[in-house]
């Protein structure tokens, strides 16, 4: 019995986790000191945009963004993570930064695959309760948040970008993050895990 409870307390075995490829370098930085912590914990993190079939590739933990599909595996929220507008220095040049969304209107938008629309919609909130909803027509479409990020990075448009990807290309001036006061929606983080009254530790 002691034993069976000590494996309980104490991480031994491999953790298998899944996770969509954007989350890689933050699940690298949040995992790290546990596993300098359990020098017995082995990871295997599974990084696929498309989501793996959870029971198939027996994951112990997925962690997910966004409205979760109905199943039986237990959910908790991790987190809510922000959408920012984002752009390249080069695609502004001199020009003032917008100060109201309708200004971004007249700027070039790169957006995440819209599926058969040519549009893209984009509701804003502000600090004084202010709503603004554009619809945009993307110069580019991509299929990837990091693709979308290069060429934001490019100077070729507008895009809406995870604050946790581009807060350091905004901090050091790579990247300009425009009308912050602005509310543009935010994807909640997860993680599931099965529905299992006593979970290994």
């Given amino acids: ?18 996770a969509v490829l954007g989350l890689a370098a933050p699940l690298g930085r949040a995992l790290a000191p546990l596993l300098h912590a359990y020098p017995q914990l082995r990871l295997q993190l599974l990084l696929d945009d498309a989501h793996t079939d959870l029971v198939a590739e027996r994951v112990d933990m997925a962690i997910r963004l ?10 908790r929220p991790l987190a809510r993570l922000p959408w920012w507008i984002c752009a390249a ?4 040049g001199h020009q003032q930064l917008p100060q109201h969304p309708q200004q ?6 790169i957006a995440r695959n819209t599926g058969a629309s040519i549009t893209s ?5 502000a600090s004084n309760g202010e709503s603004a909803q554009l619809h945009t027509a993307p110069r580019i479409i991509c299929n990837q948040q990091q693709g979308l990020q290069q060429l ?3 100077g070729l448009g507008l895009a809406k970008l995870f604050s946790l990807d581009v807060a350091e290309p905004v901090a050091n001036g790579q990247l300009l ?17 099965p529905q299992r009254d006593a979970l290994p530790a």
């Fill in 1 to 18: 019995r002691a034993e069976l409870e000590a494996e309980r307390e104490e991480p031994v075995g491999e953790l298998r986790i899944a």
């Fill in 66 to 75: 966004g409205s979760l599909p109905d199943s039986n595996w237990v959910a």
């Fill in 89 to 92: 220095p080069s695609l502004l």
């Fill in 104 to 109: 971004l209107l007249a700027l070039p938008w």
């Fill in 121 to 125: 919609k984009l509701q804003l909130q």
């Fill in 152 to 154: 934001c990075s490019e």
């Fill in 177 to 193: 993050r425009l009308l912050p006061e602005w509310d543009c929606g935010s994807l909640d983080i997860w993680a599931l895990t």
